[in-house]
């Protein structure tokens, strides 16, 4: 079993940043690959960053390519999602999630475990 829990979310301006952190405990972190995926309101759950176990391979969604990176810290068993130059329709709620082969890139039902999320409110 892995457990998951987001933090720094909050209420930021278009154009600024924020940094999630996605604490792990229980298994070996470092074979894990990552995930960030956020919902929406009304909307379905989207992927939005992987990575896999060693950090060494990552992988974005168009919508936050170039402005959202993913990274990991196996030390501390922590997975980042730095998010920059945010924009509204960034607002939604944001997880984290684990998949025990370690590539990190899988569809969504590949991953196993899952934090509660951490809302992130982008305003205009």
């Known amino acids: 079993q892995v457990r998951l829990v987001e933090s720094g979310g909050g209420l930021v301006q278009a154009g600024g940043s924020l940094r999630l952190s996605c604490a792990a405990s229980?298994?070996?972190?470092?074979?894990?690959?990552m995930g960030w995926f956020r919902q929406a309101p009304g909307k379905e759950r989207e992927f939005v960053a992987a990575?896999?176990?060693?950090?060494?391979?990552?992988y974005y969604a168009d919508s936050v390519k170039g402005r959202f990176t993913i990274s990991r810290d196996n030390a501390k068993n922590t997975a980042y999602l730095q998010m920059n130059i945010l924009k509204p329709d960034d607002t939604a709620v944001y997880y984290c999630?684990?998949?025990?082969?370690?590539?990190?890139?899988?569809?969504?039902?590949?991953?196993?475990?899952w934090g509660q999320g951490t809302q992130v409110t982008v305003s205009s």
């Open positions: 999630a684990a998949e025990q082969l370690g590539l990190g890139y899988r569809p969504q039902a590949a991953y196993d475990y």
């Open positions: 229980g298994r070996t972190f470092s074979n894990y690959g």
């Open positions: 990575i896999d176990r060693s950090g060494g391979s990552t």
